[in-house]
């Protein structure tokens, strides 16, 4: 069976300080890769994807993801962290390369707290 | 105006109960789903249609029926809502055009409380 695992349920940083939020998946085929953010009260809105190319993917806000085939991994960075990122994160995989139309696994969510 | 709008936003209901949670949008995009959200678990996906004469079960179907009315409306029903479908629900949509990424549109969601 497929399966995203993202590696801490809370993450805590200082303002300013490296966001790093692990996320471990497994496919058999290349799968189409995806980080969403939910704020409070709100949907999930996309931060980025990989699909194709290159393995290091750009997002908003200032995050980006790479796309590590031999690790299986895809783990979320921003390089300093503001206030206004404190969401749950989450990510998400659809393990047939684009395939499976919608029909992503999702991790179990990391809830980013950001302190002053 | 949202792309992706869900009613009701909140709702609480008896065990037993039958409740409609609707979703509609302006997106244009043929593919709709439902997922249920709880704490811990992420999202997990209940029903999904591609067209309005499509209709699948996803992961958690049990408990859950739907109804595509029209290609911009998608209905999740709970026959008889018992406490453990307590939980976040999200309404989503994708497009199957041109350059698909399997990106998908969520709503705000729905929040059920079942007693």
């Known amino acids: 069976a497929q399966s995203v695992t993202q590696l801490g349920s809370h993450v805590s940083v200082s303002e300013g300080a490296l966001v790093l939020l692990r996320c471990n998946y497994s496919?058999?085929?290349?799968?189409?890769l995806f980080w969403y953010v939910q704020y409070p009260n709100q949907g999930l809105q996309l931060l980025l994807k990989y699909t194709t190319g290159a393995t290091l993917v750009k997002g908003i806000n200032g995050f980006e993801a790479e796309f590590k085939k031999s690790e299986t991994s895809f783990h979320l960075t921003k390089p300093s962290a503001h206030m206004s990122d404190a969401a749950e994160y989450f990510c998400a995989v659809d393990p047939a390369g684009g395939t499976s139309y919608g029909k992503l696994t999702f991790g179990q969510g990391t809830i980013l707290t950001v302190h002053p | 105006d949202a792309d992706v709008t869900q009613t009701p936003r909140n709702r609480i209901t008896k065990t037993g109960k039958r409740i409609m949670l609707e979703c509609s949008q302006t997106k244009g995009h043929d593919r709709m789903y439902w997922y249920r959200q709880d704490p811990g678990l992420g999202l997990r996906l209940i029903y999904y249609?591609?067209?309005?004469?499509?209709?699948n079960k996803g992961e958690i179907s049990d408990g859950y029926s739907v109804s595509r009315q029209a290609q911009a409306k998608f209905s999740l029903s709970l026959e008889s809502a018992i406490p453990n479908q307590t939980a976040l629900y999200f309404c989503a949509t994708s497009d199957l055009g041109t350059g698909y990424t399997g990106e998908l549109f969520f709503g705000e969601g729905s929040r059920l409380t079942v007693l």
């Open positions: 496919s058999s085929v290349p799968p189409y």
């Open positions: 249609s591609f067209d309005v004469k499509d209709i």
